[in-house]
């Protein structure tokens, strides 16, 4: 059987005792600590970065030419910068080693942990453990969290080798096959460390630290980092742009309502023109005279806010919310309806096609923006009805088929009436890539083909493409994916 001991002399880490200083010479740099130069034998240290507040995978490797049975390893951190959650061979080399034993604060020093590795006990096993074969590779692995102390930006912090046995010198040494003492002399020894990243410049409103602002992503991972801190962690620089309301408290609640009050009074965003890992649709129909607004995605949403323009007064009353278990906040004004769906308490709207909200007795309106993002705090691109009137009964585009789609696809629209009809292609950056209608037409059913070519006859590389159709009515979109 298999047997795992953990002995911790000190249970609880303190908050931050001392800084942790610069040093001209940094570890793991390549520099040979201890060991011989005939060795067939490297115990070495990683090197990891991470941000303030981080959690951070760090491993203790072995690179040996002949067979391990065992190891005895001391190894010392700067407990006042980063400490453990844990410790494991888990998925290493030494997964199957039947004895494993690691004890925190050794001499009850904090950081100093023995970690000690025996691949087969003897006695009566169903199979005797095998030692570890020639080979590279990771013996141990920490998850250390780092201190959410924005002033350890940019430092490194050494994890070294310990030798503190003299003159038995057992520490970190390890046994051949036979149990026979492979001797500090005959391994190589190479430190290591955490190297902590540069924050960068303060940015508040940005959560998500993707570069921009007051974007409704923003608040899904703020209001999901109050729900599940563990599933959502906040680093130094998110909890600093998280300070809403400037009181120099950070990622409070308060700071939170701050942030749903600046989306809803029209924070200025920049948008980045890259392509997006989420792609959405919202658009507008008619269903016993109201106008209704849904959204179509392959992902679970987290929140939404939307801007509609109308010649209209609207009043509170006449919007209704549609979205199960989610809340919403409605700012009205003479010309302009915000409109900002989320959830305080980490609810959720499920992919596929479903109803935000209606709008009773408005026949004229734009939704001039939108701003969608997924459950896990990421931004989507949104193709939207962008213009006009809503859309009247019977005006319906349809999903192209197939979809995706490999030489052609059709895409399939009906017209209530007789109107101008533009049909275009774009790639995710906007980019028009092809129109594949530009007339008049009557009202009914149309159908048209696209061969997955541009305006030049060029076939164009597989990915996600929206297709919009523009009437006199309106623009709506949908998108189709090219798999060559």
Known sequence: MRVVRIITALAVLGMLVAPVCHSDVMAGSGLLVSGSADAAYTLWLDSARAYPGDNVFYDINLTNDLPVGSFNLLVKYDASAMWPISLTTTDTRAADFEYFEYTY???ATPGLVRIVGIADLGGATPQPAESLPPGDGSLARFIF??????????????IRFQFL???????NTLTDDAG???????????DGYVAIREMGDV??????????????SDYVYFSNSFMNPGGYPMNALQLANSDMNHDHILGTIADLVTLINRIMEGAKVSRPIVPHDL????????????????YHTDFEVGGVFLTLRTSEPVSRERIRNLSENMDVRILTTDSEVRVFIYSMNGAKMPPGSHDLLSVSGLSDFEITSVDLAGADGRTAAVSFASAGKAVPEGFTLHQNYPNPFNPETRIDFDLLAGTDVRLTVYDLLGREVATLLDRRLDAGHHSVTWAGRDEYGHSVASGVYFY??????GAFARKMMLMK
């Open 105 to 107: 604060d050794e001499f």
């Open 145 to 158: 969290v780092i201190a959410n102390d924005i002033n350890l930006a940019g430092i490194y912090i050494p």
């Open 165 to 171: 046995d003299a003159p038995v010198n057992d520490d």
């Open 180 to 190: 026979v003492k492979i001797e500090q002399s005959q391994i190589y020894y190479y």
């Open 203 to 216: 940015n508040i409103g940005d959560i998500n630290l993707n570069g921009f602002t007051y974007e409704v």
């Open 279 to 294: 792609l959405a649709t919202v658009e507008t129909y008619r269903r016993e005279g109201d106008a209704v607004i849904s």
């Open 468 to 473: 919009r159709l523009r009437t006199e009515s």
